[in-house]
């Protein structure tokens, strides 16, 4: 089987040095932050078209919020719920911050988060899946939630993220307005090319730094360094590794690189020929070398993977090893499968989504 995958991203993202300012940007107010993105969300839960892919939940995380939230290190937080008990195996009890509002000044209740899990598990909502493991949810009162799992589960914390909450009242409208607890608000969206939050007042925690993060959808990484130097946004993300030696040493520009929770993999199509024969799979998967993919399409900012999370995952597993490449046995494989003189595939993938992707594509194809 094709247990591994071929890395784990690192990501850089360019800052402009607040201290020193850069070319333009004295003219910028001061309560705004702009970023330069390589590419826009997929949408704003839970309307159509909205995809469930990482960035396009990290920016909805601001907007609306769970029970529970993860940290900058992936650790379980408190969210809308303060703390929370479990009784027994399949019940979870978990007790709502008193006080909370969401952005349009309403008061949240246990019914609100009641309606909002019952929805995102009966509708095809992108977060239903994570969910799929609860038999009921019903208020205890006006401050407490008791949610029931249909066999023991303890892993539901670490999906209540997921479980993102908005006023029941809200739900049966179409679309559903961007109503949540986060700390900012959707102010605007111009899909393709920028998108606005704007702090929500009413948020339960410290006021967010900026009163208004603008996010301009820049697909190419030589525009979104122009903007950093020209004073016309602050940070852009995806920098292009072979820029970031000339940037580090710009006076006015920080460069933060670091492991992402993106991890690349194949996908392959297991029901019909040549997948179907786990040989084929095997043989893929012993072909490609990790490291060397990394080095030759990453410049070795990649980390090789073992399984489909990182490590700061929860569910990591440690003793699952990298798989270390052997295409002497990769060929022999094929051959017991029939394929003695090796076969065709075409290898899909993205196009400009992620950094080097067309150069991960052509590097596995390569090594293939």
């Avoid at 892919?53 to 719920?81: C, H």
């Avoid at 993220?161 to 986060?182: F, H, I, Q, S």
């Avoid at 699952?320 to 002497?328: C, G, K, N, Q």
């Avoid at 196009?351 to 194809?365: G, H, K, Q, S, T």
Wanted: net charge neutral.
């Amino acid at each position: 089987m094709l247990t591994g995958s071929p890395s784990r991203h690192a990501a850089a993202w360019l800052l402009a040095a607040s201290a020193l300012g850069c070319a333009g940007d004295a003219g910028r107010a001061p309560d705004v932050l702009t970023l330069a993105v390589r590419a826009d969300v997929t949408g704003f839960f839970p309307n159509p078209p909205i995809n469930n892919e990482n960035y396009t939940m990290q920016v909805n995380w601001n907007l609306l919020e769970g029970l529970v939230r993860f940290d900058s290190k992936l650790d379980l937080q408190p969210a809308i719920a303060e703390y929370w008990e479990t009784p027994d195996d399949r019940t979870y009890v978990l007790h709502l911050r008193r006080g909370l509002r969401f952005s349009d000044g309403s008061a949240l209740t246990a019914e609100d988060v009641v309606a909002s899990l019952d929805a995102a598990r009966r509708r095809q909502w992108v977060t239903r899946d994570y969910l799929q493991a609860i038999e009921s949810v019903r208020a205890a009162g006006d401050g407490s939630v008791v949610i029931r799992t249909r066999f023991p589960y303890p892993i539901l914390l670490f999906k209540l993220p997921w479980g993102l909450v908005l006023p029941a009242r809200a739900l049966e409208n179409d679309p559903v307005p961007m109503v949540g607890t986060g700390p900012y608000t959707l102010d605007s969206w111009q899909p393709g090319r920028e998108f606005v939050l704007a702090r929500n007042p009413h948020y339960r925690g410290p006021a967010p730094a900026f009163g208004r993060v603008r996010f301009v959808v820049v697909p190419a990484a030589a525009d979104r360094i122009r903007m950093l130097e020209a004073g016309e946004a602050q940070i852009a993300d995806q920098v292009p590794f072979e820029e970031l030696e000339r940037l580090r040493s710009h006076p006015g520009l920080r460069v933060f690189a670091g492991p992402t929770l993106r991890v690349l993999y194949l996908g392959l199509r297991v029901d019909r020929k040549p997948f179907s024969d786990p040989r084929v799979r095997e043989a893929v998967d012993l072909a490609i070398d990790r490291p060397e993919l990394s080095r030759r399409a990453l410049q070795g900012l990649a980390e090789p993977a073992s399984q489909l999370v990182p490590v700061s995952v929860f569910g990591f597993n440690p003793r699952i090893p990298v798989t270390e490449p052997d295409r002497a046995r990769a060929r022999r494989l094929l051959a017991e499968a029939g394929y003695p003189e090796g076969l065709e595939v075409r290898l899909d993938g993205p196009y400009n989504r992620y950094v080097n992707d067309r150069e991960i594509l052509a590097e596995v194809a390569s090594q293939l």
